[in-house]
């Protein structure tokens, strides 16, 4: 099946440092969203994008749905050890027979 | 609380029995979905569901099955054809069609292991 491009794969950085990762596609999408996910546990829905150029945040995440409709971001600020998990982004697109589309994750660890 | 909930959490099972993982929603949600995850892989559909009585296969829905009878349940049942069964599966469910109806929310999984 489709799948969006997702990068990086991997980080790990240090307590306090800002993180930054994108999702491209090759296809417009209608709608962006970013999860979390714990080990263990499913995703946990993050942000939701519904407008191209839409910027939106939620305390230190803020992503935005890119201009082209074909790409977004995710930033944390300030990065904190219960940041670490896999960040999934996923696209929707109704001719995609109405499914969501997703990236393979960035997983993302923090050192304290 | 609504919410989605599978069970078991765990479960193990011998190669060539059929098992059948629970999920079951109260959020009134019309679309439910199943998917299956393995390391370094991401989430890959295995069936998903838009209505009661109703549903189609995803990406990799062979050696899997389904049933929607009821809008607040959607098990999947693992059937002995599924190859390599050992995966953490992962239900969702969604308010259904529409571009604002697309956020999937997400049961805590359960984790086969068949030995």
């Known amino acids: 099946g489709q799948q969006l491009n997702q990068s990086p794969q991997s980080m790990f950085i240090q307590e306090g440092e800002d993180v930054s990762m994108n999702c491209t596609s090759s296809s417009i999408f209608n709608t962006w969203l970013w999860y979390k996910q714990e080990p263990g546990e499913g995703p946990v829905l993050l942000i939701a994008?519904?407008?191209a150029g839409e910027l939106t945040s939620n305390g230190r995440l803020t992503a935005q749905f890119g201009i082209t409709r074909k790409d977004s971001f995710l930033n944390i600020s300030a990065s904190i050890p219960s940041d670490v998990g896999i960040y999934f982004c996923a696209g929707y697109n109704a001719g995609n027979n109405r499914k969501l589309i997703w990236g393979l994750g960035t997983s993302l660890a923090v050192n304290p | 609380d609504g919410g989605i909930t599978q069970s078991p959490k765990y479960l193990f099972r011998k190669e060539g029995q059929n098992v059948t993982l629970s999920c079951e929603q109260n959020l009134n949600h019309d679309a439910m979905y199943w998917y299956r995850q393995d390391p370094g892989q991401g989430l890959r559909l295995i069936y998903y569901s838009q209505i009661v009585n109703d549903f189609q296969k995803g990406d990799i829905a062979e050696g899997y099955s389904v049933s929607r009878e009821k809008k607040e349940s959607f098990p999947l049942t693992v059937t002995s054809a599924q190859k390599n069964p050992t995966a953490f599966y992962l239900c969702?469910?969604?308010?259904?069609?529409?571009?604002?109806?697309?956020?999937?929310?997400f049961g805590q999984g359960t984790r086969l292991t068949v030995v």
């Open positions: 994008l519904y407008k």
């Open positions: 969702a469910s969604s308010r259904g069609q529409g571009i604002l109806n697309t956020e999937a929310f």
